[in-house]
């Protein structure tokens, strides 16, 4: 089957899951998950969706979410929307020709009664349980800023990739004609980025986005560094991302405030005037030197962070990202991530908070050993290890370490000493950052930037990865079950009547169980976030 067409029928195989084209309200994808606004959730088939092949679970949150993986999605969803509008022109709930989810698969998810089932079930009630906690007006307002800067990060792994390749042959001195060009593609949306920024912040918060962009704007345009604010001159690009935050969110409101008094007949000359006027005034004589003094401490406290107690605080980062994705607060580092590149051309903190997904994959290998009886969850681990070898770890989370409770401690443990390891380079002087977010694990290594050459950032990163895996395996190995888990998990699960496929008299599962579905979006969402 051709990539095209596979994707089209994945598209298919969702659509009708999802209650039909006329359930659909909006459509959206992150790094790797399909995001759909749904009229009805009554609708949707939660365990056919989990039994299509490329879906790797499902998660319930602002909006339904679908998780394909990296890659993926970003083909499947094309292919989604252009069945949604013909389902829409046809008026029916979906395409006729929609096939429906693999019998094979389907059949072998219902007669799935393991370990694995009872897992995903404990994960799906703890994202229900995180999802209640999470609903909190604090916690509300880290997910606007999530939706902010996540549909950049395409334009930032993008670039970060052309930077790299950029430095790479600039070291070795090879195709020096064509490195001024590259420089080009690498610098101009990092030149720009507080616009985009601008623009998608007055659209989350309800203003005219264009606006947004406008006011943000005046924070990159060279002019300001004929302006004097605060007994200095400005300089362009100062305050960065955080200001251009600001500025737009001062620019929703101003423009609020006009379509409430300015009289209908002057809005659309008005009001666009007045809330470009206010806000960039703002912006200029306030915004751009407080945002640029708060961006400077951000950077010098993390320099200073690493420098002074790195090993320390990679143990403690790595050790406590995985909570902080349970309590959605890892959405509070985008913009801190965002604003290192922008003033170092990485981020330091990303590397480190990567290793919390090596102690969760050492983790899910030590439960595949610890209980050689389970077909069920060998399984789901074997189904979920390869997204979790690329930084995509939500299934093995929900599916595996966080229902089994002790097993999610241990892998916590493994990132505090992945973390750890890369921190104390950190501390040497051997800095190892990302210039982009989003990646994490395997997928990270074509973004890393430093200090020191190539070489030696791959070497220290590959490192951190190898103590994360092993650290997580060990701790799992030794720590992570009581007695009373291991007889409750450590058994055969197969269904009553299992087709023999060894010696006679044996029997072995057939189904795949399912892979459970994620937790909250870093988004990738980025990983690291």
């Known amino acids: 089957m051709a990539p095209e067409d596979k994707n089209r029928a994945t598209a298919a195989a969702i659509l009708p899951l999802v209650g039909g084209a006329a359930n659909v309200d909006s459509i959206a994808h992150c790094m790797t998950r399909l995001r759909l606004g749904l009229h009805d959730r009554s609708l949707v088939d939660d365990e056919a969706l989990k039994a299509i092949p490329a879906v790797m679970g499902v998660v319930e949150d602002d909006t339904y979410q679908i998780v394909l993986g990296p890659g993926t999605v970003a083909r499947v969803t094309p292919e989604f929307e252009r069945l949604v509008e013909e389902g829409r022109e046809a008026a029916t709930p979906a395409p006729a020709s929609a096939p429906a989810p693999d019998p094979a698969s389907a059949s072998a998810s219902a007669s799935e009664v393991a370990s694995a089932e009872e897992l995903a079930s404990q994960g799906a009630a703890m994202k229900a349980a995180r999802k209640a906690k999470n609903a909190t007006p604090f916690k509300l307002f880290l997910r606007r800023i999530a939706n902010i800067f996540v549909p950049l990060i395409p334009a930032l792994i993008g670039c970060g990739i052309i930077a790299g390749l950029n430095g790479l042959l600039v070291n070795l001195g090879w195709l020096t004609s064509v490195t001024p060009a590259l420089a080009a593609m690498a610098s101009g949306f990092m030149a720009l980025i507080a616009v985009f920024v601008g623009f998608n912040t007055a659209k989350e918060f309800g203003g005219t986005p264009i606006l947004g962009g406008a006011v943000a704007a005046i924070i990159v345009f060279p002019g300001v560094a004929n302006i004097e604010a605060f007994g200095q001159k400005l300089s362009p690009g100062q305050g960065g991302v955080l200001g251009a935050l600001g500025a737009a969110v001062l620019a929703v409101y101003v ?52 420098a002074n107690g790195g ?13 902080l994705v349970m309590l959605g ?83 916590c443990v493994g990132g505090a000493f992945g973390g750890g390891f890369i921190g104390l380079f950190n501390q040497l002087g051997d800095k190892v950052g990302s210039t982009a977010i989003g990646p994490s694990g395997w997928a990270l290594f074509p973004l890393l930037d430093g200090s020191h050459d190539l070489g030696t950032t791959v070497a220290i990163y590959g490192g951190g990865l190898l103590v994360g895996y092993l650290a997580g395996f060990l701790a799992t190995y030794f720590f992570g079950f009581g007695k009373e888990l291991l007889a409750e998990f450590n058994v055969s699960q197969e269904p009553a009547g299992a087709t023999t496929s060894g010696a006679p008299g044996t029997t072995t599962g057939t189904a795949s169980a399912p892979a459970p579905g994620p937790g909250p979006d870093q988004a990738k969402e980025p990983a690291g976030l």
């Open 255 to 306: 423009e609020k405030w006009c379509r409430r008094w300015v009289p209908e007949a002057l809005d659309v000359l008005v009001t666009p005037t007045l809330t470009v006027l206010v806000s960039g005034l703002v912006t200029i004589f306030g915004l751009m030197f407080v945002a640029g003094e708060v961006s400077t401490a951000i950077g010098s406290f993390a320099d200073w962070l690493l």
């Open 311 to 323: 090993a320390g605080a990679g143990f403690v980062l790595g050790g406590l990202f995985l909570p």
């Open 329 to 411: 607060l890892h959405q509070a580092l985008i913009p801190i991530h965002t604003t290192l590149i922008e003033q170092q051309g990485y981020t330091v903190l990303l590397p480190i908070l990567a290793m919390a997904g090596a102690g969760q994959v050492g983790a899910a290998v030590a439960v595949y050993f610890r209980l050689p009886r389970n077909g069920s969850v060998r399984r789901t681990i074997k189904s979920a290890l390869p997204a979790g070898l690329l930084g995509v770890g939500e299934p093995l989370i929900y599916g595996v370490s966080l229902p089994l409770g002790r097993p999610f401690i241990t892998a």
